[in-house]
């Protein structure tokens, strides 16, 4: 829910979770094909927070394509079925979360490449 003080309110005055909510309704409105959502919860509250990740795995679980690109590892585990660790601009490795370790990821992450869990590119 968006909360404003009325239906004449201005999206510059509300909070950002609120801004980021009416984002979020405007693009799913359009019924896409493809989100790409960078940092969507990045700044916003618990509440705003739990909200776009739900819409987002709302849109996901209507066949909508989903690209999330983040730095919250929290956020990544919890959203994505493959994660795509990037490291000096290249793509280290793509990972299916089933099978996913948090220290896969962080070697990833330094730039060291491992073959276990990995699909292929």
């Not at 790409?36 to 987002?56: C, F, S, W």
């Not at 919250?72 to 585990?77: F, G, K």
């Not at 280290?92 to 276990?116: Q, T, W």
Request: charged share 25%; glycine share 10%.
């Amino acid at each position: 829910m968006i909360k404003a003080s009325g239906i004449e309110a201005k999206a510059k005055d509300l909070s950002g979770g609120n801004q980021q909510k009416i984002i979020l309704a405007r693009e799913i409105s359009s019924s896409p094909r493809v989100i790409i959502a960078n940092q969507p919860t990045r700044g916003l509250d618990i509440g705003a927070t739990m909200y776009v990740r739900e819409k987002l795995i709302e849109q996901r679980d209507k066949g909508v394509s989903v690209l999330l690109i983040s730095a919250d590892l929290e956020e990544i585990l919890q959203l994505s079925d493959r994660i795509a660790v990037i490291y000096d601009g290249q793509i280290k490795g793509i990972l299916d979360n089933k099978n996913v370790s948090i220290e896969e990821i962080g070697l990833l992450m330094a730039g060291v490449e491992s073959g276990a869990g990995q699909c292929k590119k």
